[in-house]
């Protein structure tokens, strides 16, 4: 490997320590519920995060605190020597996609059926370190 390629690449993994995420797959919620929780924490610090999520009413809510935290634990494998703390953490990102549809039929007037579609989503969180204050 060149030296330049190999600066680029070594930039490139420096640049990935500072972000870890966390995926939630087949989350039998619909997306337009869990998407006005996520709503709720995108862009805020962690500690804030947490404590919107674990103060909110909505059943969407346990599952994104457990996500976040799952996030935080992930940037920490990564980070052994650097504190949380120091490191401000922050929701960089946070979508929220459809995933798969479970397709029911609910009897309906005059003989009919109507398709009930129950909805699940994929989530996905981001968490991204403000390294301002170090060096």
Do not use: Y
Not at 12 to 33: D, H, M, W, Y
Not at 54 to 68: D, G, P, V
Not at 86 to 95: C, G, H
């Amino acid at each position: 490997m060149g030296s330049r390629k190999k600066q680029m690449a070594d930039a490139i993994k420096e640049g990935k320590k500072q972000v870890a995420f966390a995926k939630l797959n087949n989350c039998p919620t619909s997306p337009r519920k869990m998407r006005l929780v996520a709503d709720l924490v995108r862009g805020e610090k962690v500690e804030k995060a947490l404590n919107i999520l674990k103060f909110s009413q909505k059943e969407a809510s346990n599952r994104l605190e457990k996500l976040l935290l799952s996030a935080i634990a992930n940037w920490q494998a990564k980070n052994e020597e650097a504190s949380l703390e120091d490191a401000e953490l922050f929701v960089k990102e946070i979508r929220v996609d459809g995933g798969s549809m479970l397709k029911r039929l609910r009897p309906a007037p005059q003989g009919r059926a109507h398709r009930i579609r129950k909805r699940s989503n994929h989530v996905t969180i981001v968490v991204g370190a403000n390294n301002n204050t170090q060096s």
